[in-house]
């Protein structure tokens, strides 16, 4: 079984930082991409930012130049660096993996449970 937890939300003011974290755990080969995304109530999912086991990454516009995404291959973990907050940056924050596990090789599209961020003005 395949878990993804995330830490880190909280509540920031504007203009300031806030770093998230992702652990994937359970029976996992591999992880490919790994990334963010957010959802405000009633609204639908927004990318943040992926980042595949190579380095590469994609960023959503709103984000582009703030946020930072890194990753940790070797402990199954993704990390975002928030920088510059603004007040439309709050939302819940999932964590997201493309995991192959190691049962049967299957692969699928893994989401971790949320984190709340919420950005004060």
């Known amino acids: 079984q395949v878990r993804l937890m995330e830490t880190g939300g909280g509540l920031v003011q504007a203009g300031g930082s806030l770093r998230l974290s992702c652990a994937a755990s359970?029976?996992?080969?591999?992880?490919?991409?790994m990334g963010w995304y957010r959802q405000l109530p009633g609204m639908q999912r927004e990318l943040v930012a992926t980042i595949t086991s190579g380095g590469s990454t994609n960023y959503g516009d709103s984000v582009k130049g703030r946020f930072t995404i890194s990753r940790d291959n070797a402990k199954y973990t993704v990390y975002l660096q928030m920088n510059s907050v603004k007040p439309e940056d709050t939302a819940v924050y999932y964590c997201?993996?493309?995991?192959?596990?190691?049962?049967?090789?299957?692969?699928?599209?893994?989401w971790g449970q949320g984190t709340q961020v919420t950005v004060s003005s």
């Open positions: 359970g029976s996992i080969w591999n992880i490919n991409p």
């Open positions: 997201y993996g493309r995991i192959q596990t190691l049962i049967r090789g299957g692969t699928g599209d893994y």
